[in-house]
């Protein structure tokens, strides 16, 4: 099995270079006989109305959500976030199609416009350290979306305090909901919900590959994933062979 990567627009060969130096192959995915052969899908950053109008016209949003439905593993990141989330603010007029599956309001542009993007050092989040490796990671905002509230389901990665980011305090956006966050002025910039991971930023587009390894951790068919549930099984059958509802992690 291999690692699909939407491949309509965006920064999907950055994201199938990261999975090469981890020594999985990604495949570029664009019509929707695609998704058959592949166990998980990344959808890049890049710019989802432009994302939604390509899917629109290569009849991909019924395999999509189907995708997202049968509990294969999906990461959107900025604009693949968008494209995942059940509701999305922030969006031009008329609105944008959306895949949907993750509970949560996402806020377009929340950061403000291309030349208020930044760089930012955030705490790694417990799920996604691994031994040795530093205590945060670089996160790389570019005209990126915030998650403003999350369902039930929703585990929250990672948060952002506003006061952190000082160019931003002109932008509307942040002003309108710096007053409605009650305390600590945070905004939501990773989740994860059963089969559904979600950043903000961009991690394709730095060296660190802990993102990239934990959702591979998601992916039992990748060998080396969930490597301590295979190691712990009384099974003897080999990783590959095992049927995904052997996979406690599929629940
Ligand atoms: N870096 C990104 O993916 C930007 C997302 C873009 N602002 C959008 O709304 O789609």
């Known amino acids: 099995m291999v690692v699909g990567v939407l491949a309509l627009q965006g920064s999907f060969n950055e994201h199938i270079a990261v999975l090469k130096r981890l020594g999985v192959k990604g ?44 509990g294969k593993p999906v990461w959107g990141t900025c604009a693949g976030l968008i494209f995942l989330a059940n509701k999305a603010t922030g969006q031009k007029t008329g609105g944008q199609k959306l895949i949907g599956g993750l ?36 996160a790389v905002f570019i005209r990126a979306p ?21 160019t931003l305090n002109s932008n509307p956006a942040i002003q309108k909901e710096e007053e409605s966050t009650e305390s600590g002025k945070k905004v939501i910039v990773a989740v994860k919900q059963g089969n559904l991971l979600a950043t903000a930023f961009h991690p394709e587009l730095t060296a660190d590959t802990r993102w990239h390894s934990y959702f591979l951790k ?34």
């Open 27 to 70: 495949v570029e995915v664009r019509k929707p006989e695609q998704l058959l052969n592949v166990s998980s899908l990344i959808i890049p950053g890049g710019e989802s109305t432009t994302m939604a109008k390509l899917a629109e016209l290569h009849n991909l949003f019924p395999a999509l959500r189907e995708f997202v439905q049968m």
């Open 103 to 138: 509970d949560c309001t996402v806020h377009r542009n929340f950061f403000g416009s291309q030349i208020q993007s930044f760089e930012t050092e955030l705490p790694i989040p417990q799920v996604v350290a691994e031994d040795g490796g530093p205590p945060s990671f670089r």
């Open 146 to 166: 915030a998650i403003l509230d999350v369902g039930p389901d929703v585990e929250v990665l990672s948060d952002i305090p506003l006061s952190a980011i000082e």
């Open 218 to 251: 998601m992916v039992p068919e990748i060998e080396g994933g969930t490597s301590d549930i295979v190691s712990t099984s009384t099974s003897n059958q080999s990783f590959g062979t095992r049927s995904i509802i052997d996979f406690p992690i599929y629940q």
